[in-house]
Nanobody
């Protein structure tokens, strides 16, 4: 299993970014996908979840109304669009997959992509 994030960078407050996570090594279309983030000195926190077919989504309170999670199962890719970025959104953003194989759950993380919001 491999998860490769991209799309992070330095952005001014109020700007937007679209993060991508390319997945491989598993049947992408059968699993929900998640984005987490970890700010300096803080615990990793869930940002958003999208169901396997992309129909259902969940957003953390801090991101609700400012971000959209989506997926393209033909491309094995999950996206996170973040708008009206704030300095508090500065963090490493991670893609996450939780797979179930014969009743055992496996959790996979990408290497993360840095998002820095600063003027």
């Amino acid at each position: 299993v491999q998860l490769v994030e991209s799309g992070g960078g330095l952005v001014q407050p109020g700007g937007s970014l679209r993060l991508s996570c390319a997945a491989s090594g598993f049947t992408f279309s059968t699993y929900a996908m998640r984005w987490y983030r970890q700010a300096p000195g803080k615990e990793r926190e869930l940002v958003a979840t999208v169901s396997s077919a992309g129909v259902s989504t969940y957003y953390a309170d801090c991101m609700r109304g400012r971000c959209t999670i989506s997926r393209d199962n033909a491309k094995n890719t999950v996206y996170l669009q973040i708008m009206r970025l704030k300095p508090a959104d500065t963090a490493v953003y991670y893609c996450n997959a939780q797979l179930s194989v014969s009743g055992t759950r496996y959790t996979y993380w990408g290497q993360g992509t840095q998002v820095t919001v600063s003027s």
